[in-house]
């Protein structure tokens, strides 16, 4: 994972680029970059089949628990769960679509509600 921080202007720029490692040798290979001889071969790497399963299981007990959470708390902590913005905006799209939670428009922001 790659994490550039900055500013645009006076806009405050956060931008995570996940890269697996055969994105990290072809980008080597576009810049001309060897890797040292004597360094090992990276091998892709895959989560275990039921690790999806135990993220959705909690973001679904999550929701359970609270009864009722904002979008943005809710994203907030599935962050915390997926260790990624893009894996927690996976689950709540997921949620969004579970016949076990309801979501409602908020003041500010979306509601999602358990109606399992």
């Known amino acids: 994972m790659l994490r550039i921080r ?6 405050p720029v956060d931008l995570t680029i996940e890269m697996d490692p055969a994105d990290w040798a072809l980008l080597g ?17 895959s989560k275990p089949k039921n690790q999806d399963d135990a993220l959705w299981r909690n973001a679904l ?11 943005p708390s809710l994203l907030e902590q599935l962050e915390g769960l997926a260790g990624s913005t893009a894996g927690a905006k996976r689950l709540l799209v997921r949620l969004r679509h579970s016949a076990l939670i309801q979501v409602q428009s908020g003041a500010d922001a979306p509601l999602y509600c358990w109606a399992g």
């Open 6 to 11: 900055g500013t645009v202007g006076d806009l």
């Open 29 to 45: 290979n576009q810049l001309n970059i060897l890797a040292p001889s004597d360094a090992p071969t990276p091998t892709p790497t």
């Open 61 to 71: 007990a999550l929701v359970e628990s609270s009864g009722q959470i904002s979008g």
